[in-house]
């Protein structure tokens, strides 16, 4: 009908899953160092009561435009190549990974009073770059490498501690070798990164 308006894309509801999709955001960008612990408490508990893409998209527009409102008709997106992601929680539990597995390009884990213990020495690599996002709230994760790869330490201590890669192993780096960029923050727990032989 003529006189029938359009629902306010704004006014929305939102799922479960956006809400979840936001607060990585805010995760990662505390680890980045872009906001601190009380800005990351305040946004996450915003994210988790917004009702609405008009709450819920303002949380993240200072940092990466993630959310937006609903748009009316569906979007139409471009092809892009299909990025390698996987997400891990270990609440009051542990994440293990060890043996033959696949690296993906983007790892991100969050121990909260629990673990996570990585094994990289005989995994492949989703990229020759891959970043691997660790986030310790009174928990812990140890991260171990061979001697052929290279890290980049980025991670964050606050009354915890990110550090490595360590061990009697030395690095044999060259070209061919994979990157792992290690980043997070560890917030009364750590992150060590530890070089071992295969």
Known sequence: MSGELEPDPARMRVSDAQRHEVAEILREAAGDGRIDLGELDERLEATFAAKTYAELAPITSDLTPVVA??????????????????????????????????????????????????????????????????????????????????????????????????????????????????RGVAIWGGVSVERKHG
């Open 69 to 182: 409102p609903a748009p009316s008709a569906p979007a139409i997106r471009s092809p892009q190549p299909a990025r390698s992601t996987e997400r891990r929680v270990a609440i009051m539990s542990g994440f293990k990974r060890s043996g033959t597995w696949t690296v993906p390009e983007h790892l991100t884990v969050l121990c909260v009073m629990g673990g996570a213990d990585l094994d990289l020495r005989q995994a492949t690599y989703a990229a020759d770059e891959v970043v691997i996002t660790v986030n310790a709230i009174m928990g812990g994760a140890s991260i171990v490498v061979g001697p052929h790869t290279r890290v980049i330490l980025e991670g964050t201590g606050i009354m915890g501690d990110y550090s490595g890669p360590s061990g009697l192993v030395a690095a044999e780096l060259d070209d061919t070798s994979p990157t792992v960029r290690v």
